[in-house]
């Protein structure tokens, strides 16, 4: 079930899987040799924490590749409504980091002031893509649903 709108599917969820590792990447660090077992217990649990729904994307990701199932779709759909909520969350963290940075720049401070366009565009991209795998998995299964039976 599926076919190229499966495949394209898959795509989305993807890159909504390597978005949410990005804060790892960030904490982790890029640079050859720096692993996780040099981190702080409490840094090693918030890097696990952001990973895990990394690789549940990465995960349907991969279901969609081969093909979705019942209960391929029902997940996707779940978290793609999980992700939108996270998406909003993201973008209202945002914003108000761009209230308090301007409320602390007329008190002479907000120099990180440009920080809280950090999560409102990774709540964008995150939502948009949200938006977009649950409008093709909604079209996904009206064309599967529209095939004959064998």
Do not use: K, Y
Request: without cysteine; charged residues 10%.
């Amino acid at each position: 079930m599926g076919g190229a709108l499966g495949i394209l599917l898959g795509l989305l969820q993807l890159l909504m899987g390597l978005i949410l590792l990005s804060p790892v990447a960030s904490l982790v660090g890029f640079a050859p040799g720096r692993t996780t077992a040099s981190l702080s217990p409490p840094a090693a649990l918030m890097v696990l924490a952001f990973t895990a729904p990394a690789l549940w994307m990465l995960a349907l990701a991969i279901f969609s590749f081969r093909g979705l199932t019942p209960w391929a779709a029902w997940a996707l759909r779940w978290t793609n409504i999980a992700a939108l909520v996270g998406a909003v969350v993201l973008g209202l963290g945002g914003v108000l980091a761009l209230q308090a940075a301007a409320r602390s720049a007329e008190r002479g401070g907000g120099l990180l002031g440009a920080f809280g366009l950090i999560p409102i565009t990774l709540g964008i991209a995150l939502g948009g893509l949200a938006l977009a795998s649950l409008w093709l998995l909604r079209a996904v299964r009206r064309t599967s649903s529209a095939r004959p039976r064998r």
